[in-house]
């Protein structure tokens, strides 16, 4: 893709992503204030030691993690907490986090079995932040509106579909002018959650008609195109027609990107939003450690690709000031920063798993 357009495709994303994080961070304050809560300006925690916490990983989080700086920065203005942009996918956060260069991580995806033995720093927890749909994006010209299925997906994400009038597309879209045009596959290139959940989304919902596996790399058709971070794959997108790609909401409603309705579970057709996102989590149980699992939801209003995604934090770190740095920027983005989710596309947590997850982070510093 000519580096000139994709600079151009990120660049106009950000401005679109920091004029809605300034508004979301407005407001969070007015919420607070209407709720009879100090704003986050005039916040009554107890001021910290200064201290610096540095984050790295996921890049479907990324809108959240960044608006929620910003507020805490003002609750806690004598800490810095640093996330890069793009933050580098959630192979890099795991990886980073276990070699302690970072002193948190962002996943979307918990380690492999076989990779907890080489975490560093101890005991480390999961810590759900937010939650939020995975769209399956496209540029087909003339094309504004699609309804896809797991199968239809899937046959389009291994290049069993390579033009956009396959019978298989055209008999979900009755009435719908598909062009012939070439399908080109975007995807990511860096090991990444996104790409975890929604291969994982196919294996559960595809079934054997799936045929690439899952997991945070995997090896795509030759002549796909892959884009560092959820921002790169979007680029990627709104530059090439013809292309489809997996995209978190937040990033595909700050390009501009259009995205199709997925059937659930129940056979409804359903397009991502952050109510069909929070419907996703509605019977899901959030595990003892942290973990848990919206994809493919049973529930009839749920959105089914919506995936998950943690923080990473250890339960000690040698240097106090920053152990009491990860704990209250943990609780604050369970806590005050949640309302500010929806503004920015993100689903907040229910409100038993803040108390669940609150109760964990106890554990920080003990």
Not at 43 to 63: E, V
Not at 74 to 88: A, H, R, S
Not at 208 to 216: A, F, I, P, Q, R
Not at 331 to 358: F, R
Request: charged residues 15%.
């Amino acid at each position: 893709m000519n580096p000139t357009i994709h600079q151009e495709a990120r660049q106009s994303m950000q401005r679109h992503r920091f004029a809605r994080i300034a508004a979301a961070a407005v407001a969070a304050v007015g919420v607070l204030t209407a709720v009879g809560a100090a704003p986050a300006g005039a916040a009554k925690a107890k001021p910290l030691a200064a201290a610096t916490i540095n984050g790295s990983g996921a890049t479907f989080p990324q809108g959240y993690y960044d608006a929620c700086r910003e507020t805490f920065k003002k609750e806690q203005p004598n800490l810095t907490v640093n996330y890069p942009n793009p933050g580098g996918g959630s192979g890099k956060g795991r990886q980073e986090f276990a070699d302690q260069v970072t002193q948190w991580g962002a996943s979307d995806a918990p380690y492999p079995a076989a990779d907890l033995a080489k975490v560093k720093g101890g005991s480390f927890l999961y810590i759900p932040t937010v939650t939020a749909p995975i769209t399956v994006s496209f540029n087909v010209s003339g094309v504004k509106k699609l309804n896809l299925d797991a199968a239809t997906i899937a046959k389009l994400f291994q290049g069993d579909i390579t033009a956009w009038n396959d019978p298989a597309i055209a008999a979900l879209n009755k009435g719908v002018k598909l062009p012939a045009t070439k399908v080109t596959i975007a995807r990511r290139s860096d090991s990444s959650g996104t790409t975890q959940n929604f291969t994982g989304y196919l294996t559960k919902a595809a079934g054997s008609v799936w045929k690439l596996g899952t997991g945070s790399t995997v090896t795509w058709p030759e002549g796909s195109q892959g884009g560092a971070g959820n921002p790169g794959v979007s680029a990627i997108i709104k530059a090439t027609d013809g292309a489809v790609g997996y995209v978190d909401f937040s990033d595909a409603v700050a390009t501009g990107l259009t995205y199709a309705s997925v059937s659930n579970s129940t056979g409804k057709y359903i397009a991502p939003t952050v109510a069909a996102a929070t419907a996703a989590l509605e019977g899901v149980t959030l595990s003892a450690d942290g973990l848990y699992d919206p994809l493919n939801s049973p529930n009839a209003k749920a959105y089914p690709i919506t995936a998950p995604t943690w923080l990473l934090v250890y339960t000690k770190y040698a240097d106090a000031n920053v152990s009491a740095a990860v704990k209250a920027w943990a609780e604050h983005l369970i806590g005050d920063c949640q309302a500010t989710a929806a503004s920015i596309d993100y689903a907040k947590l229910p409100k038993a798993w803040v108390t669940q997850t609150k109760a964990r982070l106890a554990q920080i510093g003990s």
